[in-house]
């Protein structure tokens, strides 16, 4: 992968940066998740959010086996070339593991995290063998 | 600082967690910087965007030399316990020191990082001494 753009990322010392994946319509955000320099090209070449899984230890196509893929729209790039922004189209439009439209499903409200959205899917209905 | 909403995060080594701070109205991601559990209880207490600054090691309230300020709507916490977002209002419109609105100021168009939006104030102008 000699691609150029791929360079001028400061990758972290494990070679991770974080990512943001934003909804292209409606702004919201989705999720934060990490990408190595495989999962970024990989993302650019497949039109489709490719994530680093810190916990697997492995290329992770978000989606794969939820479905609920992550359509890609365009990648932003920060400041300091550390930080990076998928905007993305959400199939199914449930980005989080819990079944929710977003991750960011806890506001902090009188010093405690309260849940503020409802789980549109339950994990077993999404994650099936 | 014994408060039970700052023990159910899940820190990383460094006792850090990545930050994404959003503007409250238009919904834009406006920069991704980093919290410690001081910066996070000082955010909330202060109502206004507090991070720390990996380079400079020491608590960063955000406008505390520029003047912009990025005052509190909301925290939220993703899933994992992982990742925040500072929902803000950005006082001056500018969240990046290079003088631009966003530091998600660079798109890849082509397999190269293109520069999508305008220095609304130079940097000299927004740091004088």
Known sequence: ???SWLDELK????GLLPV???DASSGRILMQAWANR?????T???GRAVYWSRSRHKLWRKGEESGHIQKLNA???D???DSLVYKIEQIG???CHTGRQSCFYRKLVDNAWQEIEPVLKEPNDIYKK
């Open 1 to 3: 992968m000699a691609q």
């Open 11 to 14: 990758w972290n010392a494990e």
């Open 20 to 22: 943001v994946a934003q």
């Open 38 to 42: 495989e999962a970024l090209a990989t």
């Open 44 to 46: 650019q070449k497949e």
């Open 75 to 77: 990648i932003y790039l």
């Open 79 to 81: 400041c300091d070339a």
């Open 93 to 95: 439009g449930i980005a």
